[in-house]
């Protein structure tokens, strides 16, 4: 029964509130695959991560750093360098390819004056 293996317990952790956040983490322990210590019974995670904590079969000081590295946060990631974000130029698309608008105004600056209305009225013939 948990409440008698509670009690077990209070006389190997004296503190109620650790005794609830180490079970827990040795249940999420035997969650995870690591052996029991203990047969269990029939009985579930919780139960047994006390059982096993009443019978001191299981270390205290590796589940309090279990438990410590639980609750830890991922450190932030680094900000990428500036250099590593502008790998792409500006006038190429996704693809490498310049962009068209680039490539007209490209062969425009090596036209004269006349022959850039004259491509501009070619392409314009039939419009409105």
Do not use: H, W
């Not at 077990?8 to 690591?34: H, K, M, T, W, Y």
């Not at 059982?51 to 609750?71: C, N, S």
């Amino acid at each position: 029964m948990a409440r008698v293996t509670v009690e077990d317990c209070i006389l190997q952790i004296p503190n109620r509130f650790e005794l609830v956040l180490l079970a827990a983490q040795r249940a999420r322990n035997i969650s995870r695959g690591e052996e029991l210590t203990i047969d269990r019974d029939d009985d579930k995670n919780p139960v047994v991560a006390l059982r096993e904590i009443a019978e001191q079969t299981v270390e205290l000081d590796g589940l309090e750093a279990d438990l410590i590295k639980a609750q830890l946060r991922a450190p932030e990631p680094e900000p990428v360098e500036e250099e590593v974000i502008d790998l792409i130029a500006t006038d190429e698309n996704i693809f490498g390819v310049m962009d068209v608008a680039d490539e007209a105004a490209g062969a425009a600056d090596d036209m004269s004056p006349e022959d850039l209305e004259a491509a501009i009225a070619a392409e314009l013939k039939g419009r409105p």
